[in-house]
């Protein structure tokens, strides 16, 4: 079952109304009677003043009572919706930023609306984990992004070894997909360089977060104080403050350490581990995971985006504790050198090796498969659905994939389909919470 598909604009006006006609009751109320207050006044003056001729034509005086009464509510009514939606638009304009065309629904339906959303924890890291976060935050503001800091490649790489900093490459993706400033803003975030002696390659966001780790003292701040200069929303956490080395043993038993050397070497994996093997999570990540009403992991490079969060024990045993929905979002392709020909089961399965149990209720996977709709050269194919081996995890198939780039998920398209799995089953998990409670209500009543 399919929940009915609403326009967005028509569930921000209705919310905006729905919110909004209570005030402007309670002032027509207000308005009404002091309205019959100066009423008591002009009839007494009315009584005892004669008035010159032109004021019968003035006063309309040629109308009946009850057109000109409808006629003077309806002009004052008017008047006063004008002023009330003028007013709240001055007292809003401290949310309004400059260079954007933003309304009133929308501020009153983002700071609102979204702020009662689900709480939602995206794990995982790369292009895959921010493109999540851009689709889900039209549906809630109470996002969480915890984001692995295995990367040593790049310009990540570079500050990792030359200022001791965790890689910041992966929270400045998540920090512009989440951003609520200008688009200009978020281009400038994300710009490299491409030419200038030790610039050549490094992004600004990364050289911003690594200045801002200076002045605010540590790496931890620097994000946080990032992500209130550019207006996020939620929260972007690394998995873990520790060092992290990710490494990883092939199928010809030749051990690779460094996630950008696994990613180069092209082999086909076995195993992959971190060092140190009891790196602690972020207190606030694990937190995030226990209060949260759903937990998403992936999409993203199986082995070195999302599998480096799950073996940071924190987290692995804070996903296991939790009672949200816990969903894994499978690749819509294959990634040449870590899952050549694989399908969903294998991916599940690659996860289930490295944790040794089952964390998830559902498993995401894309249905729309076209044929060679992938080029030859990338050495990638779709991802087949199949359901055998899933331990538990329940294949969820849907139309998740960019028509424009089927190497990757579409935003839009992914964010709606975790949305409705969520509201479907936190309503089959009402359903089922009532029926155990009827014996109880039945016993009662007899008692």
Same mark, same amino acid.
């Given at each position: ?27 027509? @109320?207000?308005?009404? @009677? ?12 009315? &009584? ?5 001729d032109?004021?019968?034509?003035? $006063?309309?005086?040629?109308?009946p ?5 409808a ?26 930023r ?29 292009t ?18 915890v ?6 490649g790049g310009?990540?790489?570079?500050? *990792? &070894? ?15 997909a989440?951003?609520?400033? !200008?688009?200009?803003? $978020? ?6 360089f ?32 990032t ?7 939620? &929260? ?10 990710l ?14 050397? @696994?990613?180069?070497r092209?082999?086909?994996?076995k195993?992959?581990?971190?060092h140190? =093997? ?8 694990? *937190?995030a ?23 940071? =024990?924190? @987290?692995?045993?804070?996903? !296991? ?17 870590? $899952? +050549?020909?694989?399908?969903?089961? +294998? ?9 040794? *149990?089952g ?6 996977a ?14 990638? =194919?779709?991802?087949?659905? +199949?359901?055998?081996?899933m ?17 990757h998920? +579409? ?14 089953? *936190?309503?089959?998990? &009402? ?6 409670r009827?014996?109880?209500?039945? =016993?009662?009543?007899?008692?």
């Amino acid at each position: 079952m399919r929940f009915l598909k609403v326009d967005p604009s028509f569930l921000k006006w209705f919310y905006f109304g729905m919110h909004i006609k209570r005030w402007l009751l309670l002032l027509l @109320i207000g308005v009404a @009677i002091m309205g019959l207050g100066f009423g008591y006044f002009l009839r007494e003056v009315y &009584q005892s003043y004669t008035f010159p001729d032109w004021a019968y034509y003035v $006063t309309l005086q040629f109308w009946p009572r009850y057109v000109r009464g409808a006629l003077f509510v309806g002009f004052s009514t008017a008047i006063v919706l004008f002023a009330v939606w003028q007013l709240n638009r001055s007292l809003l304009s401290a949310f309004l930023r400059p260079g954007r065309d933003e309304s009133l629904v929308n501020i009153i339906y983002n700071h609102r609306y979204l702020r009662r959303g689900p709480k939602i924890v995206a794990i995982g890291g790369g292009t895959g984990l921010s493109m999540l976060l851009r689709g889900l935050k039209e549906y809630t503001g109470n996002l969480t992004a915890v984001v692995t800091v295995a990367d040593d490649g790049g310009s990540s790489g570079r500050l *990792r &070894q030359e200022l001791g900093l965790p890689p910041p490459g992966d929270l400045r993706n998540c920090i512009a997909a989440l951003a609520d400033v !200008e688009p200009l803003m $978020t281009r400038l975030f994300q710009y490299r360089f491409n030419e200038g002696t030790g610039l050549e390659g490094h992004s600004f966001g990364n050289l911003f977060i690594a200045a801002m780790s200076s002045v605010t003292g540590n790496f931890e701040d620097a994000v946080r104080e990032t992500s209130r200069v550019l207006a996020v929303r939620g &929260q972007i956490l690394p998995s873990t403050l520790a060092n992290v080395t990710l490494s990883a043993v092939t199928h010809d038993n030749e051990a690779i350490h460094g996630e950008s050397q @696994i990613t180069e070497r092209g082999a086909r994996i076995k195993q992959v581990f971190i060092h140190p =093997e009891n790196a602690q999570a972020h207190p606030d990540a694990i *937190r995030a995971v226990l209060n949260a009403d759903m937990v998403v992991v992936g999409p993203g490079s199986l082995y070195t985006s999302v599998l480096p969060n799950l073996l940071v =024990e924190g @987290i692995r045993r804070a996903i !296991e504790m939790s009672k949200a929905v816990k969903v894994y979002v499978c690749n819509v392709a294959t990634e040449h050198g870590e $899952t +050549d020909s694989f399908s969903v089961s +294998d991916h599940y399965q690659a996860l289930y090796d490295h944790v040794h *149990r089952g964390l998830f209720h559902y498993v995401v996977a894309n249905n729309n498969i076209a044929q060679n709709g992938l080029p030859e050269a990338w050495h990638v =194919e779709p991802v087949r659905i +199949d359901r055998t081996g899933m331990n538990g995890a329940a294949v969820i198939g849907a139309d998740v994939v960019s028509e424009e780039n089927r190497y990757h998920h +579409d935003a839009p398209k992914l964010a709606a389909a975790l949305m409705d799995l969520y509201y479907q089953r *936190r309503q089959v998990s &009402q359903l089922e919470l009532e029926t155990t409670r009827e014996p109880e209500r039945q =016993e009662a009543a007899v008692l």
